[in-house]
C-alpha cells in the first residue's frame, strides 16, 4: 500500500487568518519602497510615439 491510501497522515492545507484593517494598514505603510517609475514612462513613450503615426492604419480607430 501506498502512503496515501493506508492511513497516512494528510497534509490538510491551513487558511491564512484574516488581518485586521489597521494591521494591514501597518504592513502598507512600512513595507513599500520607493518606485521609481521614469524608466517606464520614457520606454511607455517611446512606444507611444512610434505607434501613434500608425492608430489608424493599423486599424485602431476608424
Known amino acids: 500500500?501506498?502512503?496515501a491510501a493506508g492511513g497516512a497522515a494528510r497534509k490538510v492545507a491551513t487558511l491564512?487568518?484574516?488581518v485586521k484593517s489597521t494591521e494591514m494598514t501597518a504592513l502598507i505603510k512600512g513595507s513599500t519602497a520607493p518606485v521609481n517609475f521614469k524608466p517606464f514612462e520614457s520606454?511607455?513613450?517611446a512606444l507611444?510615439?512610434?505607434l501613434r503615426p500608425h492608430v489608424?492604419?493599423?486599424g485602431f480607430l476608424r
Do not use: E
Request: aromatic share 14%; hydrophobic share 35%; no cysteine.
Open 1 to 3: 500500500m501506498d502512503g
Open 16 to 18: 491564512p487568518r484574516l
Open 43 to 45: 520606454a511607455y513613450q
Open 48 to 50: 507611444t510615439d512610434k
Open 56 to 58: 489608424f492604419s493599423l
